[in-house]
């Protein structure tokens, strides 16, 4: 189960779609796939920058190295429930993400103390990069809808579909709810493929045959981006 895992390194492309695309390519490729652990749920990110956003403007601008700090809840979590604090890179088109698994009130009083609430490898590495960044905080808030599938028989294989993309700056708690600005249109999906190896023949046919191509896209990025506007 995704959930519990703690250390990924994969390949992860993305692609718009509209609803009639996904009822398209669910039609061809949904003998081979099933839904997660997660199924259909909310995730919620707390992203977490500096007070001038080194973070997300050296996401945006580089070209072969990318970085980011945030905390994950699958639903709006209560202080006791279990959260993901993550460090995410990407180098040269391959992510590497480590977490730890930890309640949202201890996530939040290591975020605002830096104490560390125990010791492990993956948070000694998240605890360097808190410390390197200079003690990043809060910055912003996105959440979106995921239906979240994968495949028996490839076990590095995820396809996740997003919408309702939104993003909040004020009131940066997970436990405060979901709600946001959107960032996209209502019947623009939003498709990663997530995988560990090649992509398989029926996936890739699958995709030719649905006209769906990749694209860059970051859920964080976008919404920087908007605040910039506004």
């Keep these: 189960m995704p959930s519990d895992i703690f250390i990924f390194k994969r390949v992860e492309k ?10 398209m390519l669910m039609s061809k490729i949904g003998c081979f796939v099933v839904p997660d652990s997660h199924g259909e749920s909310t995730i919620c990110s707390l992203y977490l920058d500096t007070p001038d956003n080194l973070l997300i403007r050296n996401s945006i601008d ?37 977490r730890v698994a930890l309640p949202l ?10 104490e560390k609430p125990f010791d492990s490898q993956i948070m000694r590495e998240i605890d360097y990069a808190m410390k390197f960044y200079n003690h990043p905080l809060p910055k912003m808030m996105v959440a ?9 028989d490839i076990p590095g294989l995820r396809i996740t579909f997003d919408s309702e993309v939104r993003y909040r700056t004020t009131d940066l708690e997970l436990d405060s709810g979901d709600n946001g600005t959107k960032i996209l249109p209502d019947d623009v999906i939003i ?12 996936l ?5 045959e649905c006209g769906i191509f990749p ?11 908007q605040t910039l506007t506004r």
């Design 215 to 225: 694209t860059s896209f970051s859920k964080y990025g976008t919404a920087y981006k």
């Design 62 to 98: 580089a070209k072969a190295y990318k970085e980011k700090l945030r905390l994950r809840s699958y639903g709006t979590p209560d202080k006791t429930d279990k959260v993901f604090l993550e460090i995410k890179k990407k180098l040269n088109g391959v992510v590497y993400k480590r």
């Design 204 to 208: 890739s046919r699958a995709l030719d």
């Design 14 to 23: 993305k692609y718009f779609l509209n609803p009639q695309q996904v009822d």
């Design 191 to 202: 498709m990663e493929i997530k995988t560990g190896g090649a992509m398989p023949v029926w």
């Design 144 to 152: 979106y809808k995921r239906m979240a599938y994968f495949a028996e």
């Design 105 to 114: 009130g201890d996530a939040m009083e290591y975020i605002i103390s830096l």
